[in-house]
């Protein structure tokens, strides 16, 4: 369901990671080498991209964590649906709602008849930037 996997500690700020069930972006990462017997810790800090709420995990650096397969696609914006923006995939003119972006600035751009990025993460989808 568009997971992959990866080390912990090959992840650095701006991957993307799977904590609690929600696609995150890491915006820091540092490693602590621990003691003699113990493996390296990775401590990161990552923001929900839907959600936009900080989370944190600690944990040994050889360890296995989800990767969100992200799909980066272009729509145009049809019409303003009061709480969703209805948008038109550019590829596939497949129609769908999506919510409304949290940043007044991105909300302010997005206009009938203007190209967005949007991006398709878990079988759910956020408008991401005007192009």
């Known amino acids: 369901m568009g997971i992959n996997y990866a080390s912990l500690g090959d992840l650095k700020p701006g991957s993307f990671i799977v904590?609690?069930?929600?696609?995150c972006r890491v915006v820091e990462?540092?490693?602590a080498k621990t003691g003699k017997h113990g493996?390296?810790?990775v401590h990161?800090?990552?923001v929900g991209i839907f959600t936009g709420s900080k989370k944190t995990l600690?944990?040994?650096a050889d360890q296995r964590i989800e990767v969100p397969i992200i799909d980066k696609r272009v729509a145009q914006v049809i019409a303003d649906m009061g709480?969703?923006?209805q948008l038109?995939?550019?590829e596939t003119y497949e129609t769908f709602e999506v919510e409304k972006p949290s940043d007044p600035e991105l909300l302010s751009k997005i206009t009938p008849g203007v190209?967005?990025?949007y991006w398709s993460v878990m079988g759910r989808r956020v408008i991401m930037r005007t192009r």
């Open 19 to 23: 904590i609690d069930g929600e696609p």
């Open 29 to 31: 990462a540092t490693k």
């Open 39 to 41: 493996s390296a810790k």
């Open 44 to 46: 990161l800090v990552a």
């Open 58 to 60: 600690v944990a040994p």
């Open 83 to 85: 709480a969703t923006i």
């Open 88 to 90: 038109m995939d550019m």
């Open 115 to 117: 190209e967005v990025e």
